[in-house]
């Protein structure tokens, strides 16, 4: 599958990541990276955990209501499901080595000039561009 890249798209979803992360931190003083906020929902659940049930609610709900209004969202998953549970348990570690994944690093602490999340989000990115040079060149994926 093709990915076609639609810039108005994707100027508007990073406006909206964008306000959601800036309304979290002004009203809640929270960052907005997606591994903490799940965290906290899980058991043993957080004190706080009423606002990061809305916070996954919006996530979920907002691609639902685009898909209810007659929006089709292209959605192709090639890798087979034991690809997708190694890459997710993969992503988990590095997300807790890294003590946070690519939404609190790489938009939050990129956003506040944190020197930790810069270089996280340095690793993150060669660690992406590694992964694409050796599934595509070296094992002749897609």
Do not use: K, N, Q
Request: charge should be neutral.
């Amino acid at each position: 599958m093709e990915t076609e890249f639609t810039p108005i798209l994707a100027i508007v979803g990073g406006v909206l990541i964008g306000i959601a992360s800036v309304l979290l931190m002004a009203l809640h003083g929270r960052i907005a990276g997606m591994t903490g906020i799940v965290g906290g929902v899980l058991p043993p659940f957080s004190s706080d955990w009423t606002w990061r049930a809305a916070f996954l609610a919006g996530a979920i709900l907002a691609p639902a209501v685009l898909v209810a209004t007659g929006y089709e969202i292209p959605f192709d998953v090639p890798p087979s499901s034991l690809a997708l549970i190694v890459g997710g348990v993969i992503v988990g570690f590095g997300a807790t080595l890294g003590s946070g994944c690519t939404s609190g690093h790489g938009v939050c602490g990129m956003a506040r000039v944190s020197p930790r999340s810069i270089v996280a989000t340095g690793v993150f990115m060669a660690s992406t561009f590694a992964t694409v040079y050796v599934v595509r060149h070296v094992l002749g994926g897609a």
